[in-house]
């Protein structure tokens, strides 16, 4: 039983870690730039997709933890 709850707590940790970087991905993906009173809006759309999967990953890790941890 106790190996259980290590493991729940490594995948609480590796979920926040992967959700971190998602974060990351996702706010990194997108600059905006004022030139002459004109604002230009660049994005990365793949970069964006792979930062939304992170954030996934992690949703699922955390809740695979979560259980684990829980689990009697």
């Known amino acids: 039983m106790k190996i ?3 493991i729940g707590t490594v995948l609480l940790l590796i979920s926040l870690y992967i ?5 990351n991905k996702v706010s990194s993906s997108s600059k905006e730039v004022k030139v002459l009173g004109l604002e230009i809006d660049a994005s990365n759309e793949s970069g964006k997709e792979n930062g939304f999967m992170y ?3 992690a949703v699922v890790l955390f ?3 979560l259980y684990s ?4």
Do not use: D, H, P, T
């Open 69 to 72: 941890i829980n689990k009697k």
């Open 19 to 23: 959700g971190y970087l998602g974060i």
């Open 55 to 57: 954030i996934g990953l």
């Open 63 to 65: 809740a695979g933890g």
């Open 4 to 6: 259980e709850k290590i």
